[in-house]
């Protein structure tokens, strides 16, 4: 009985380990995300590249709206986001049950992103805290331009940064505010070199464990 007991709880599944990344266009979360997989073996999924992907996914029923908000500098419902980080939590851990630490970077972006994730994800998942990348716009800006000569992507240009830097202040700043006054918001200066950024996000890192 105390055998098969123990097999049970030893096959209940983790819940997923959750640190949102949140910052400005440009303000490095992907690099540092990359360094931060690299060190310390969490996975990083990309709410922005998870939407880019289905976006151009053949056959996807998204897709087409997906398109237009990203073009206009608009955050995609929520309801479209949170079931394709919900999807690939759960393709990763299937895949692999060591692997329950996420960081999930561009999220959440709104009030609308906050009440949807409480309302799908409430029970299921553990927010640790939030990593914010504090970055003047104008070094967002810069850095997206540059970005843009070699990435491809249809919205590093000054008009789609002019919007998503607008909707960053308007929507995403406010969730800054709140996760700051639950005690759960880590601040580090982005607007310093790459190394100078991790070196910060490593003594972080290894104080939270």
């Not at 800006?141 to 960053?168: A, F, P």
Request: aromatic share 6%.
């Amino acid at each position: 009985m105390l055998f098969r007991l123990v097999g049970t709880l030893l096959r209940v599944p983790m819940k997923p380990q959750v640190v949102f990344v949140l910052g400005g266009p440009g303000a490095g979360k992907g690099t540092q995300c990359t360094k931060i997989v690299e060190t310390y073996g969490y996975t990083h999924l990309s709410a922005g590249d998870l939407l880019r992907a289905e976006r151009c996914r053949e056959g996807s029923a998204d897709g087409q709206l997906i398109d237009s908000y990203i073009k206009e500098g608009k955050i995609v419902p929520v309801e479209i986001t949170i079931n394709l980080l919900r999807k690939a939590m759960e393709e990763t851990m299937q895949t692999d049950e060591g692997k329950c630490r996420f960081l999930i970077d561009g999220f959440p972006r709104n009030q609308d992103n906050l009440q949807g994730w409480a309302a799908v994800m409430d029970g299921k998942a553990d927010v640790r805290f939030v990593l914010f990348f504090d970055c003047s716009n104008q070094v967002c800006v810069e850095r997206c331009l540059e970005r843009g000569k070699s990435s491809g992507r249809t919205d590093d240009n000054r008009e789609s940064l002019e919007k998503r830097i607008q909707t960053y202040l308007q929507s995403t700043t406010p969730i800054i505010e709140l996760y700051e006054q639950q005690g759960k918001l880590r601040t580090v200066d982005a607007s310093r070199s790459v190394e100078e950024v991790f070196a910060d996000v490593k003594s972080l890192l290894d104080r939270e464990g």
